[in-house]
């Protein structure tokens, strides 16, 4: 096939925003230099790198801070009085600083430093979930949702008699805005969505979603996992409850992920896990549990995570938030138009608001075995259910091939692909 | 292509992938099985009609890669008119072949035509595509959790 454009490494075109055109340069090979990773060769084949919806890959200056961290601040947070404690807890609250403005959080506090999305969306299910879902009470989810956004409520539910409410989407992967609207009523107490569909890039209506929700009183938790590393997320905009990120996704490590929350939910909301950190005082009689952000954070907390996800966001911000969408936007347009032009290509999602990631399917060939055959082109890309059965049933598909892309994603990467797909043509012609 | 994907893909998988052999559902099986994969959602129901310890006809249905059907496909076709005892030696061959490779002992010809997965061992994610259907069979033989018909 013909590439729609030539193969250039700095994205540099006109882009149509509020501010009317401006010229967008992106220097994506200085970008990429960035990654110590993306030198690496798979099978003698340079490292085509389409997976980032399952993990980024780390810029140096992440992989930097975590060493330096262990190398010149490692002790233990919130607890000696010595130079180093008091370095380390700096270093944390730093990072939670710099999380609260990341996400334009109103209060440092409000930030609480988890594992990841998934627990995030468990500490929600069992202390908000517990306190206010009762018998009757419903969640309501779509059915574009990852398995960590279904089976935490499912087993809130399955404790508290509660019910779980699925909002339909259409046929091209965007949620049904009426049907979700006639879903919200009196019973439902809390609404728990993806931001953007980790299977089909699918954008979703956050603000109205919110709105819809607050006008008959639930709360909103919004899945931000795939959303933190392409845009721009501010919180207080959106006006969600809740806000459940993962550091992995957008550069940083794994083992570190942000549940914000709005204090006055947070200040009422029974404590997670019980431990250290997580008290003011402690006798056999009673336990008085620390404030907001401590309150959730039982025992010695993911400290170089922290740092490292600090770093992350820094280099986030030093790419541009804006410029980096537009650059991400550009490579997934030139990639839905290459893949659309492979014959028996069909694309999964083709929702009108769409973030990196193409998932498709190519003739009867089965993902893996696609999956398998780019591998020894030096081409990683994701294949399977996706952790999201349901999404799958729904679309009447057993599994899909995924590419989806990161800051450092190229026109060559998507002409990789394409010449990969042809190989995959060729072995079950 | 490179050399592994050739031996990954051999024409009689593809062959196989694209027409499995007693791909339908066996209408008087005295054993059933069901078989899962659910890294991979692979899925499978094979159909075995046993009589005095023989294995009168066999069949399969289900979804998944090429590899996991050509290997279902195959076994039905090397399994048919064979003893349980013998179906299960086979079942230890084929085992050893796809996870031991060529560093184990067994030789390819002791597996017949199910040598054509031979190169399978070479790419360990796909090692469980491929056993799917044996452990069904074995599920099927010893009825240990398999469903079993009783007509």
């Given amino acids: 096939m013909t590439p729609v454009q030539a193969n250039s490494a700095t994205t540099s075109r006109l882009v149509h925003g509020q501010a009317g055109r401006r010229r967008v340069d992106f ?16 099978y003698g084949k340079p490292l085509i790198y389409l997976d980032s919806a399952a993990t980024s ?16 601040e490692n002790a233990n947070v919130n607890r000696g009085v010595h130079y180093l404690s008091e370095r380390a807890t700096e270093a ?29 969306i468990n500490l ?57 609207e006639k879903l919200v009523g009196p019973k439902t107490k809390l609404v728990a969505v993806t931001h953007v569909s980790n299977v089909l890039g699918t954008i979703n209506p956050i603000r109205r979603i919110v709105e819809m929700a607050h006008a008959r009183g639930a709360h909103v938790l919004i899945d931000g996992a795939q959303a933190a590393p392409h845009l721009k997320v501010d919180v207080q905009a959106l006006g969600c409850d809740f806000y459940a990120l993962s550091g992995h996704k957008m550069y940083g490590p794994t083992g570190i992920g942000v549940l914000y929350g709005r204090s006055e939910l947070l200040e009422e909301m029974p404590p997670y896990q019980g ?16 404030k907001p952000p401590q309150k959730f954070e039982a025992g010695t907390p993911n400290m170089a995570g922290a740092v490292g996800l600090a770093a992350a966001i820094d280099f986030l911000s030093g790419l541009g938030q804006e410029t980096l969408s537009d650059h991400e936007e550009e ?10 032009q492979v014959p028996d290509l069909r694309l999964i999602g083709t929702a009108r608001a769409k973030a990196s990631v193409i998932s498709f399917l190519l003739a009867d060939v ?30 009447g598909v057993a599994a899909t091939a995924r590419a989806s892309l990161g800051c450092y994603s190229t026109h060559t990467d998507i002409d990789a692909l394409v010449a990969g797909l042809g190989k995959v043509r060729e072995v079950f012609r | 292509m490179s050399s592994d994907l050739r031996d990954l893909y ?76 013998e179906a299960l030696a086979l079942f230890g061959r084929v085992h050893a072949m796809l996870t031991e490779g060529s560093s184990g002992e067994m030789k390819p010809e002791d597996v017949g035509k199910l040598a054509a997965l031979s190169g399978v061992w070479e790419f360990p994610m796909r090692v469980k595509c491929a056993t799917l259907a044996w452990h069904t069979l074995r599920k099927a033989l010893e009825a240990k959790g398999a469903r079993i018909s009783t007509e």
């Avoid at chain 1, 090979?29 to 798979?42: G, H, S």
């Avoid at chain 1, 087993?155 to 339909?168: F, I, K, N, Y």
């Avoid at chain 2, 078989?35 to 094979?46: E, R, S, V």
């Fill in chain 1, 275 to 290: 431990g250290g950190d997580m008290i003011l005082s402690v006798s056999f009689e009673k336990t008085v549990y620390n």
């Fill in chain 1, 27 to 42: 220097d994506v090979a200085r970008v990429r230099q960035d990654f110590p990773i993306l030198r690496e060769k798979v």
């Fill in chain 1, 57 to 72: 890959q780390k810029p140096r200056a992440v992989i930097d801070a975590m060493s330096r961290f262990f190398l010149k």
């Fill in chain 2, 10 to 85: 051999q024409d009689v998988v593809i062959d196989h992938s694209k027409q499995p052999r007693n791909f339908r559902k066996l209408e008087g099986a005295t054993r059933t099985a069901e078989g899962f994969n659910p890294l991979c959602g692979d899925q499978l129901m094979l159909y075995v009609k046993l009589a005095e310890g023989v294995i009168q006809d066999i069949a399969f249905q289900g979804s998944g890669c090429a590899i996991s059907k050509a290997s279902a496909s195959l076994m039905t076709v090397a399994l048919k008119g064979k003893k349980q005892e």
């Fill in chain 1, 366 to 395: 089965h993902p893996h075995d696609i999956g398998t055959i780019l591998d020894r082109e030096g081409i990683a890309i994701r294949t399977g259910h996706h952790c999201a059965q349901p999404l799958m049933n729904r679309l």
């Fill in chain 1, 92 to 120: 944390y609250e730093g990072a939670r600083a710099k999380v609260q403005r990341f996400l334009n959080a109103e209060h440092a506090h409000e930030i609480i430093f988890v594992r990841g999305t998934t627990e995030a």
């Fill in chain 1, 331 to 340: 490579v997934l347009a030139y990639g839905i138009h290459a893949l659309s």
């Fill in chain 1, 124 to 180: 929600v299910a069992q202390t908000y979930g517990k306190k206010h879902v009762g018998e009757e009470d419903e969640v309501l989810i779509t059915a574009m949702e990852h398995h960590s956004n279904i089976v935490p409520w499912q087993m809130l539910c399955e404790e508290t008699g509660g019910r779980l409410r699925v909002a339909p989407i259409n046929d091209v992967g965007e949620l049904l805005l009426d049907e979700f």
